[in-house]
């Protein structure tokens, strides 16, 4: 009886040394999925290529993207990082309630107003952390000029580019030093996954791997797949999702229920030039918000529930138009009187475009309003 190669002791040291010099780094290779898999790197060299990174990883979710983004951007005890006030309420919430446990600062600046833009770095931050279209009242910031600043004061900056995508705007090109996603989102694109991803140029490789492997917010490979097979098709919805946020944003800024349309397509927005210029006019993105003139809560309530093609959801990116109400939702950990600093009044909902009919679109809403 033959003895099986698996027992031999040749094949044995072949394949601990093999596991030993990937582990080293000499050579090629997966070991163990905590620390890479053929499945994830695919989808992490997909989106290094979009974004046009060196480096990039497939981590368990947006919120994950972040957190190894500020360890690889050196955020330790004593380290200021400055936080756009205007960025998703639970990042907000994981600033103060787990990297101020770390001992950093938490600082939360104006950067959009160019009066006040001494003032971030009088902070002396290692980390600048803001979003290129803001969540959810759809800001723009100026991307390319608080780069230059940034770096011209030693601070790095992390960007969350889950609205925009790398086909409105890629913010390492423009200097940006770590570049994060929420996959669930327009990657994916079809509201069955959840996953994140951070982009980064190649010196910052070995950093970002390293808080990986120990952090452990691994992305499972079947959601790799999942992600991979989305973005095979994210060009075509996103250009559709764009071309039907417009249009709903142009048609509900002339309703007479409508107080406010956010959307940097239109020309009333405060950064629709900026938007223009950065975005090389391929479209303001997929979402938009309003205001209900004179609703409350009872009423958005019934205005949410009397809609039949927008999925009341608590996400965005998805081929089927989606509904969030942010007062209770996205930003619900903050304070009443946080919210209403930030403009995220309790008549204020958000609107992810799908890819169906606009005029479906149009009607659906319309008709939810006709019964305010």
Not at 189 to 217: I, K, P, S
């Amino acid at each position: 009886m033959s003895t099986p190669i698996y027992s031999t002791a040749s094949f044995i040291y072949e394949h601990l040394s093999q596991i030993d010099s990937i582990s080293a780094g000499e050579r090629a290779g997966f070991t163990y999925s905590r620390h890479g898999n053929p499945t994830n790197a695919a989808l992490e060299a997909a989106v290094a290529s979009l974004e046009g990174g060196g480096a990039a990883l497939s981590v368990a979710s947006g919120m994950s993207a972040i957190l190894l983004a500020l360890l690889a951007a050196g955020v330790e005890q004593g380290t200021t990082i400055a936080a756009s006030q205007e960025i998703y309420g639970v990042t907000t919430k994981f600033l103060l309630d787990v990297v101020a446990r770390w001992g950093a600062r938490i600082e939360f600046v104006d950067v959009f107003d160019p009066a006040r833009r001494n003032d971030i770095w009088k902070l002396e931050p290692k980390v600048l952390l803001l979003e290129s279209l803001t969540n959810p009242l759809l800001r723009v910031p100026d991307l390319p000029s608080l780069i230059k600043e940034a770096h011209a004061h030693k601070t790095r900056v992390v960007v969350d580019n889950t609205f925009a995508t790398p086909l409105l705007l890629r913010p390492l090109e423009h200097g940006a030093d770590f570049v994060v996603h929420s996959a669930t989102k327009y990657f994916g694109g079809h509201g069955d996954l959840t996953g994140g991803v951070l982009v980064a140029q190649e010196e910052h490789a070995a950093e970002m791997r390293h808080f990986a492997r120990l952090v452990g917010a691994v992305l499972g490979p079947f959601e790799a797949w999942l992600t991979l097979r989305g973005m095979k098709t994210l060009p075509l919805r996103f250009a559709r999702q764009c071309e039907n946020a417009l249009r709903l944003a142009k048609s509900l800024s002339t309703h007479s229920r409508v107080q406010a349309v956010y959307y940097p397509g239109l020309e009333s927005h405060p950064d629709h030039a900026l938007a223009a210029a950065l975005f090389n006019g391929q479209g303001a993105g997929g979402v938009l918000s309003l205001k209900i003139r004179g609703a409350g809560r009872e009423d958005i309530f019934r205005l949410v529930d009397s809609l039949e093609l927008f999925l009341k959801a608590t996400s965005l990116g998805d081929v089927q138009s989606l509904v969030l109400y942010p007062a209770i939702s996205s930003h619900r950990d903050l304070s009443p009187k946080q919210r209403e600093r930030l403009g995220i009044t309790d008549n204020l909902i958000r609107l992810s475009a799908g890819v169906e009919d606009a005029e479906d679109l149009k009607e659906d809403l319309e008709q939810a309003l006709a019964k305010l």
